[in-house]
């Protein structure tokens, strides 16, 4: 069917992923997520080149790209199940509740196009790909504070689930190295009479500093 073309519109196409594909989307997907892992806790996936190669060999994971005039402008990942060995989540939570999820894994437009309305058609094939494939619900993982996409999900009905949250807490903070301390100055040796040293005390003490590269040497400098 042909599709209605217009100057102020652009057509965004999908298809799945080939094997040639799969470098220039590994570029594609460190573009999109350089600022968003500088600022979060978790890496948002993926996390390496090598574990984006096995991806593509995995039979129930759908990786697809949206592209314009040839350009990939979008790629989407999706596991019908929950499996893979960097993941943590519980099958069986959504047994017990009558679940069937598919799993997003990725969500990624190139920052030129965002905000044009590919995230909304990615995520109506993602719908549509969980419907035919009969699946009950989208879930997916996504940092606390990448509240633009945080944002974006909730516009689009995705609420929270009974998930782990990251906590920390504050260990009281001590310098592993003493303060400074002082100690007694070496008594000053003036030559006497005849000539043999006079070791009478001198009450003057100085600081010795520890740590850095340069040890302090007791006696070399006046202490303040
Ligand atoms: C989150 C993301 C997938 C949304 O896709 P998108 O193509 O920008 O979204 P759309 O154009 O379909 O939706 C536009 C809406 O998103 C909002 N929006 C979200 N992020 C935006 C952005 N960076 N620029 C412009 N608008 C943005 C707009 O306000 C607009 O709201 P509206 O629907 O109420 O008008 C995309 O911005 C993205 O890839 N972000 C970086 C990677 C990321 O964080 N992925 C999710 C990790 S879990």
Same mark, same amino acid.
């Given at each position: 069917m042909p599709t209605e073309k217009s100057q102020d519109t652009l057509e965004v196409r999908v298809r799945r992923i080939h094997r @040639? &594909?799969? !470098? /220039?989307?590994?570029?594609?997907?460190?573009?999109?997520? @350089? &600022?968003? !892992? /500088?600022?979060?806790?978790?890496?948002?996936?993926?996390?390496?080149?090598?574990?984006?190669?096995?991806?593509?060999?995995?039979?129930?994971?759908?990786?697809?790209?949206?592209?314009?005039?040839?350009?990939?402008?979008?790629?989407?990942?999706?596991?019908?199940?929950?499996?893979?060995?960097d993941n943590w989540v519980n099958p069986r939570w959504f047994e017990k509740r009558g679940m069937r999820p598919l799993f997003v894994e990725e969500l990624a437009v190139h920052p030129d196009y965002q905000g044009r309305g590919v995230g909304s058609f990615m995520m109506d094939q993602l719908q549509h790909l969980a419907r035919t494939r009969g699946c009950t619900h989208l879930v997916l993982e996504v940092a606390e504070n990448n509240e633009a996409a945080l944002a974006w999900y909730r516009a689009r009905n995705f609420y929270k689930l009974d998930a782990a949250i990251f906590m920390a807490q504050k260990v009281p903070g001590e310098p592993d190295l003493l303060p400074p301390r002082r100690i007694k100055r070496r008594p000053k040796v003036a030559p006497d009479a005849e000539g043999s040293p006079n070791n009478g005390p001198m009450p003057e003490t100085v600081m010795v500093r520890v740590g850095g590269g340069r040890r302090g040497r007791a006696g070399a400098k006046k202490g303040g």
């Open positions: @040639r &594909d799969l !470098n /220039r989307t590994w570029e594609f997907l460190k573009l999109v997520f @350089r &600022d968003v !892992n /500088r600022e979060t806790v978790e890496y948002q996936r993926p996390r390496s080149k090598r574990r984006f190669m096995e991806v593509y060999t995995s039979d129930w994971i759908e990786q697809l790209l949206y592209e314009v005039d040839g350009e990939i402008v979008g790629y989407s990942e999706c596991a019908f199940e929950a499996t893979g060995d």
